[in-house]
């Protein structure tokens, strides 16, 4: 049986980003999964990136590989901070990593990862089987969607994750809801409008915020001072999870799922805001107290958190943007056995200052890792202080 020394599972930016530090040291590694799957697949088309560009870079061990130069390059716009990020931008610059920094990168799904002696026995989707000694999984959010129980029992024709749109033309003539007052929930709801359905929008929040739009001039010294910049936004605690991502391990396990679950908060982007309040329906201190399937499609009846009468709306569609939610359990990937070799806190494993698991040679990256090294690894990122803390352990631990 084939053998190597690191099997990397994932290609979105954290898979994307180790795999281009292994190949810049030469180390005997694989890795697999469709480049930028859930950008390319799980995302509305046309919409931009949450975060700056100066934030929105995979990681390479050598200088050239930032999202600026990309753009540089081809004379692209950029500002890394007041021009939002098309997604397409964002997708182009990805492959173009993946091609540069990546070469060897195997667009096969693992189906499975199993303990085999001291390593892994992992399996591809066309049966092929080999050992690793070390396995890295860094898995896309889609296998973390959260839905709302409410919705239980009702048909995915009716009721979807946002995670499952890329091209909305389809909903054109149709009402559809979208669940949730996050950036995600605001793309959508704007995006369905522009694509020509009647989009509303059901959050339990007293009303949708939006960041402030840049101001084209320096931020003065009491500014910086009272909310410092950092690649989550402005603000102490985001700064302090993207330069000291270690001092998260000291909070107590218990409240850390709930930290990642609330920092930041629902809010969108600046530019979405006009077109949001002009095209959008919103019903906001609102909460879904029933949701029925009907002949037509879906009735949500809404119940006020302002002692306002209840409402019903009728809907062909409901997208859900309520999230992802770390969960090993989702990762079906993995082998029954070796998933109960992982320690959980919030059922996403605890990790060492390595980003190791309790199951040894098993590592994590990305929302799973969130739990152990804060909220900066929900976003992208929190790739480089991964990829260069992570590619260092695997590299000493296959010599």
């Known amino acids: 049986m084939i053998e190597c020394d690191t099997a990397v599972v994932g ?3 954290y898979g994307l980003s180790v795999a281009a530090h292994l190949h810049g040291r030469r180390a005997d ?14 995302m509305p088309r046309g919409m931009f990136l949450k975060s700056d560009g100066f934030a929105s870079n995979l990681s390479a061990p050598e200088p050239g ?8 390059e081809r004379g692209l716009p950029y500002h890394p901070t007041d021009e939002p990020v098309p997604l397409e931008t964002f997708i182009s610059y990805g492959l173009d990593f993946q091609q540069r920094y990546v070469p060897d990168l195997e667009q096969q799904n693992v189906t499975s990862i199993a303990r085999d002696g001291r390593g892994f026995r992992l399996r591809l989707d066309d049966g092929e089987e080999f050992r690793a000694k070390q396995a890295v999984v860094a898995a896309g959010i889609t296998h973390f969607a959260a839905m709302p129980h409410i919705f239980d029992g009702i048909s995915p024709e009716l009721v979807t994750h946002s995670s499952a749109h890329h091209d909305l033309s389809r909903f054109k003539g149709q009402r559809v809801t979208v669940v949730g007052a996050g950036a995600s929930a605001v793309n959508l709801a704007v ?15 007293d009303s949708v915020h939006f960041s402030s739009p840049p101001t084209g001039r320096s931020r003065t010294l009491i500014e910086k001072l009272h909310r410092p910049g950092s690649g989550l936004g402005p603000g102490w605690r985001s700064r302090a999870s993207c330069d000291a991502p270690d001092l ?35 019903f906001t201190a609102r909460s879904i107290q029933r949701a029925v399937a009907t002949d037509d499609g879906v009735r949500l009846v809404l119940a006020s958190s302002q002692d306002e009468p209840t409402l019903t709306i009728e809907s062909d569609h409901v997208i859900c943007a309520t999230g992802y939610q770390a969960d090993l359990n989702r990762l079906s990937f993995l082998d029954d056995e070796l998933r109960t070799e992982v320690r959980t ?38 790739d480089e202080f991964a990829a260069r803390r992570i590619t260092q352990d695997l590299l000493r631990c296959a010599a």
Not at 29 to 42: E, S, Y
Not at 191 to 203: C, P
Not at 358 to 371: E, H, I, K, N, R
């Open 11 to 13: 290609a979105g930016p």
């Open 29 to 42: 590694f694989r890795v697999f999964g469709q480049p930028l799957d859930t950008w390319r697949t799980a």
């Open 65 to 72: 590989a930032t999202l600026a130069d990309y753009c540089r």
């Open 191 to 205: 995006w369905l409008a522009r694509a020509g359905a009647e989009s509303r929008l059901v959050a339990r929040r």
């Open 248 to 282: 998260f391990r000291l909070v107590p396990a218990k409240w850390r799922p709930e930290i990642v679950r609330r920092h930041l908060g629902p809010s969108s982007a600046w530019h979405l805001k006009e077109p949001f309040e002009s095209s959008v329906e919103v």
């Open 345 to 382: 806190v919030g059922r996403a494993p605890v990790l060492s200052h390595r980003f190791e698991s309790s199951a040894p040679g098993l590592y994590f990256l990305g929302l799973s890792a969130a739990v152990s090294f804060g909220p900066l690894m929900r976003f992208m990122h929190g």
